[in-house]
């Protein structure tokens, strides 16, 4: 029999708050037996650090009412009942519709985001107050099969000084799974499609810098054993796993920021919801300074407009998107014809 509802005490303004978790002894991972409240333990453990991540901006939850194992779906609009200290958003999506997406401003927040069956938060390159305008450039590096974590680290060091030479101050995190977020604060003034151009900026560059190690092929079968510099997660609603955001994989990892300094020995799969709060407590957040200087992207859209002049163009948008001026033609999902 489940065990009945309990109730978490969660720090935060005002002397925090009581949040309740109904079904606290289901097992969210069968492989750790990590169990809905523990999940829910983790939130509140690690909430200011998460909330400094990924506070203030339009969330997308993906939600598994029974597990990592079972049915999943992604929430755009906030779940129905929200207490008055979780707040929404109204944003707009590629296809210039609107929605309201939930807002975090308190770890309580999160916390009954876990109530809610949440185990993955993905969060807007944007603020609530300005979803229009990233204030953060964002690069997936995405090893393909045949490489690992071990050929996303050279990567990320090499893009680290590719975007230091266009004057942006780099922080990285573990993907959760294999890869790497390299992230740069940005000056909240230039919409998506420009830092998407940033973005390819870079890629392209690091990808002349290591031509053998990394690609921008957009399509599967071009990519080879290299790690993909998947430019295309800088596109409006296209969000990947926030900072401290949990991962529905069997170890119960965590998405989780690291210094510069030990990238080169880190062991991703260490970082789980058993294990960062502690790592947390005891040296602190390597993105606590994240946003205090923010850079332009004017740098890399001049690298853009230089590889435009030479005959470089547009990239493909995910298929989803309505047709943009100067893409490619488009085939789904790869070059390949389907029989």
Known sequence: MAAKATTISVPGPNGGREVRISSPDRVL???????????????????????????????????????????QFFSKNPPKGAPDYVRDVMVVYPSARSHPQMVIDEPAGAVWAVQMNTIV?????????????????????????????????????????????????????????????VFAPIEPVREFQDVRHAVIAAARELERRMPEQVTTSWWKEERGEKVFVDFNQANRDRTMAGAYSPRALPHAPVSTPITWDELPTVDPRAFTV??????????GDPWAAFGEYPGTIDALLGWWQRDLDSGLGEL????????????????????????
């Open 29 to 71: 991972w069968p492989e750790s037996g990590f169990t809905k409240l523990d999940l829910a333990q983790y939130m509140t453990a690690v909430g200011p650090a998460f909330v400094a991540a990924n506070g203030d901006r339009p969330l997308a939850l993906q939600r598994f009412p029974g597990g990592i194992d079972g049915e």
């Open 121 to 181: 938060f993905h969060p807007w390159p944007s603020r609530a107050g300005n979803s229009d305008n990233p204030d953060q450039l964002r690069i997936d590096l995405d090893p393909q099969p045949g490489t690992d974590f071990d050929d996303a680290v050279p990567a990320a060091l090499a893009l680290r000084d590719v975007l230091a030479e266009a004057g942006l101050n780099a922080f990285v995190k573990t993907s959760g799974n294999r890869g790497l977020h």
């Open 274 to 283: 058993q294990t960062v709060p502690a790592r947390l407590a005891g040296t």
């Open 316 to 339: 493909p948008f995910p298929p989803d998107y309505p047709k943009m001026p100067g893409e490619p033609p488009r085939v789904q999902p790869s070059r390949r014809k389907m029989d």
